[in-house]
């Protein structure tokens, strides 16, 4: 496909404020994480409401809780493919009118396959934006603050989760809003966010990766503050990524590794945070609501801090120690399943704060270890296997616990971050500070 030439030239480098230019790229697209956050939180306040007015039966229940994220398993490396191929300018937008769309057809939804395939929609949506945005910023951020940026989506991912739960409380407990209400709310930010992003810039390394070397200099020089990444733009190769290249020589190392470390980061997260109302409450946590939002505001907390620190102590230091404190503590709950209840919450609340300070990691690796031609899809492909992950920890969930019990549950969850934790023990790269042609070099691997 052919690709024409959209942008003007002789743009006055002098009339775009550089900072003022980041900081909203920076919004815009920890945006997408907000709505996403929001949307796969907001599904736990009414699932019990769903169930009864539709009939659900427990397959169903865990079928639509995981429906989101089975969207994103198929847009995320769908809309990295096309982001590679395409752009990220043209993905940034299209995205945002599909979940618009989806979310509206929220209001009027009255069965269980409808609210399914719409959900699911919304999730494509949203697996296209973590392939387009994550690698959109981390070509624009300067390599002083690129991870900080990048790391600050998970801060707006977490927000919209807590943001769920609280909105979600009111709209039911205290207005008493139909479930289709409380899920159609998500349009407001979407529509708001939809208009934010028109105008962005298309990527100066990916119009360099395409041969277009005017437009990219021209645009490097008008958006990018560091003069080093402008220099740095320059060793951008003009070749064709392929889906292959995943699993290369060169890039096979960075591709088990961050999706192996995402799948265990997120799998036992969703399940827990998910349906936090109701194991909580399986622990004789009353109702579980207050648990559920320290569970999710500790959790908010530990991204944060990661945030603070990821420039100071660098990517190994938030990645790998947080996810072995995630497993002793899940650990230990699952083997003491008598233990006083404060206990299994403060359990759950050391857990939620770890979990978040290497969730935050997720997708500042993604950006740094592909390079230009497959980064979008290196992130699409990675986002897909951790949503395996958060589908089947969502979607197993509820059985697991009825089936099988808490305690060998939260077992079942402790062993994944084991997993996780070893892997990235071993393969976990250090990226701070460098280029991003130094990051994505196959011979860093």
């Not at 992003?197 to 958006?223: C, F, V």
């Not at 995943?246 to 190392?253: I, M, T, V």
Request: charged content about 15%; aromatic content about 12%.
């Amino acid at each position: 496909m052919t690709i024409t030439n959209n942008y003007p030239v002789n743009i006055d480098e002098q009339s775009v404020d550089k900072k003022r230019f980041l900081v909203k790229l920076t919004g815009v697209i920890a945006g997408g994480m907000f709505i996403d956050g929001y949307i796969l939180g907001i599904i736990g306040t009414v699932i019990g409401a769903i169930t009864l007015d539709l009939g659900m039966s427990l397959f169903w229940e865990g079928l639509i809780g995981a429906s989101a994220l089975i969207g994103i398993f198929i847009g995320g490396p769908l809309g990295g493919w096309l982001a590679d191929k395409l752009g990220r300018k043209p993905l940034f937008t299209i995205d945002l009118v599909i979940f618009t769309v989806g979310s509206v057809l929220q209001f009027f939804v009255d069965s269980t396959w409808q609210l399914f395939l719409v959900r699911l929609l919304m999730g494509v949506a949203i697996g296209a934006d973590y392939s387009v945005g994550w690698p959109l910023l981390a070509e624009f951020a300067p390599a002083r603050l690129r991870g900080r940026l990048m790391a600050c989506n998970e801060v707006a991912w977490y927000f919209g989760f807590m943001t769920a739960f609280i909105a979600g409380f009111l709209m039911t407990a205290v207005w008493s809003l139909d479930w289709r209400i409380v899920l159609g709310s998500s349009t407001l930010p979407a529509v708001i966010l939809l208009l934010a992003r028109l105008g962005m810039p298309e990527s100066p390394r990916w119009l360099m990766n395409k041969g277009r070397t005017e437009e990219a200099t021209e645009i490097a020089h008008t958006y990018l503050e560091d003069p080093a990444d402008v220099l740095d733009i320059t060793n951008e190769q003009t070749r064709k990524g392929t889906f292959g290249m995943l699993f290369s020589p060169a890039y096979r190392r960075a591709t088990i590794f961050i999706s192996v470390f995402w799948f265990c980061v997120v799998a036992p997260y969703f399940a827990i945070a998910t349906f936090a109302a109701s194991v909580l409450a399986d622990y004789g946590l009353g109702d579980g609501l207050v648990g559920a939002l320290g569970v999710n505001g500790l959790a908010l907390a530990g991204v944060v801090v990661s945030v603070l620190f990821i420039e100071r102590v660098g990517r190994r230091k938030l990645t790998i120690p947080q996810q072995w404190v995630c497993a002793a503590v899940l650990a230990a709950i699952g083997l003491w399943t008598s233990a006083p209840p404060v206990l299994v919450l403060i359990g759950f609340l050391v857990f939620a704060f770890a979990n978040a300070m290497c969730t935050a990691l997720t997708g500042v690796y993604p950006g740094e270890i592909f390079p230009t031609e497959i980064r979008g899809l290196g992130t699409g492909f990675a986002t897909a296997f951790s949503r395996v992950g958060a589908g089947l920890g969502t979607f197993l969930l509820p059985w697991s616990m009825h089936n099988l019990g808490a305690g060998i549950t939260m077992l079942i969850a402790a062993g994944i971050c084991v997993v996780g934790a070893s892997v990235s023990q071993v393969l976990a790269p250090e990226t701070m500070g460098r280029s991003l042609s130094e990051t994505s070099a196959p011979h860093q691997r």
